[in-house]
């Protein structure tokens, strides 16, 4: 009983072994330098959401694109499943959003 739970241990073990250690590459020693050097260089990101969608801006856009589109010719909110308001692709809430945002953007275009 002894014996057949020691192989059954080291098939096991054995197994996990091999798979466990293979000869690791030691030679890549890549220290990562995260943002110490690239300046000048456009793959500069504040944040990896920045970097993400620069790295899929044209596959979200489409996306966006085609969401827009789709919503706007059924009625709805651009920005949330209400309905929108006639003649404009917003909700009463996002409609309001969006002129507080446009007001913002004004003023910084101005001031600059
Ligand atoms: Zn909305």
């Known amino acids: 009983m002894v014996e057949m739970f020691k192989k059954l241990l080291n098939k096991i073990t054995g197994k996990e072994d ?7 590459k030691s030679n890549k020693k890549k ?4 943002g110490t050097k690239s300046k ?3 793959t500069e990101f504040e944040n990896r959401f920045q970097k993400f969608y620069h790295l899929n801006k044209t596959r979200l856009n489409k996306e966006r694109r085609g969401n827009y589109k789709t919503k706007a ?3 709805s909110c651009v ?5 929108a308001k006639p ?6 809430y996002h409609q309001n959003k969006q002129k ?5 953007a004004r ?3 101005k001031k600059k």
């Open 107 to 109: 003023k910084k275009l």
């Open 18 to 24: 091999t798979k466990k250690s293979p000869k690791r």
């Open 73 to 75: 010719k059924k009625g």
């Open 100 to 104: 507080e945002y446009n007001a913002k």
């Open 79 to 83: 920005r949330c499943k209400r309905k």
């Open 40 to 42: 000048g260089t456009k």
């Open 31 to 34: 220290t990562t330098k995260q």
């Open 87 to 92: 003649g404009i692709v917003f909700c009463d």
